[in-house]
């Protein structure tokens, strides 16, 4: 039997958690207003041929589902060169042929609804990789045995310079690559420059038969910093460890999101031995 003294330590103690327990019970509803909807820029000028173009859209409210409205009558132009509207790509793209050019700054310039829009992007050339090869090697750690993958290569380029790196691997089941995981962005601050050096692909072993391919960008210092912050919104860490929604860096004027970059891409594919 609870003495007096206990029992009243016991009721004030409950009575707070009732009130708060039935507090939560109303519910309470709060209008956000919706933004004005504003033009999303995706446009990449590529060092392959044909590869290039500027797609256009409105953005949505957050909470909207579907497919983003796509943009079909704007008058684009990259260093005065028309990019048109193909509809069956839903993309605006340059006459056929069109490739980018390394060490060239390329000025994206978009009229839509009575707006002007602009974004600048300069194409740097990639560091040289000269080839790829494989190296047996033991199990170790969480590694299997098997071959490690590197490539040699040369970087004459001055620091810091970035590259957009993406890899992946044929799937013989499916008959179509596989690229698992996401790209990573490095730079050549830590590489041997003006001289040969040999990379070794982290945490991958192969065996006889796989076929891996590996993509190099190279990207400027606005392209790197979207990237990090579209790296940090999507981290694939469920629950309350996500990051909270925000804007993205864009290097798009006038009022417009997202990225106009260039590229200089280099392409690879190795079968192991």
Known sequence: MCKPATMKKIIVFILPVFLLVSACKEMVEIELKDANPVLVVEGEISTEIDSSYVKLSMSTNY????????????????????????????????????????????????????????????????FRVDSFFQTWKEAEGFLRAGYALSYSAFDSRPTPRYTYFSQGYFDTIAKKDSVPGNAIVFDNVQTPANKQYSFEIPFARFLSGDIYFATFRSIDTQMKDFLAAYSSQNPNIPGPFQVPPANLPTNISGGAVGYFVGYDVKRFRYTIK
Do not use: C, E, H, R
């Open 63 to 126: 909470y909207t589902a579907g497919i983003a409205p796509v943009v079909k009558t704007a008058l684009v132009n990259v260093n005065g060169i028309p990019f048109l509207f193909d509809p069956s790509l839903q993309l605006y793209k340059p006459s056929a042929g069109f490739a980018g050019k390394t060490d060239s700054v390329y000025q994206l310039n978009i009229n839509y609804d009575a707006k002007s829009y602009s974004a600048q992007t300069t194409l740097y050339p990639m």
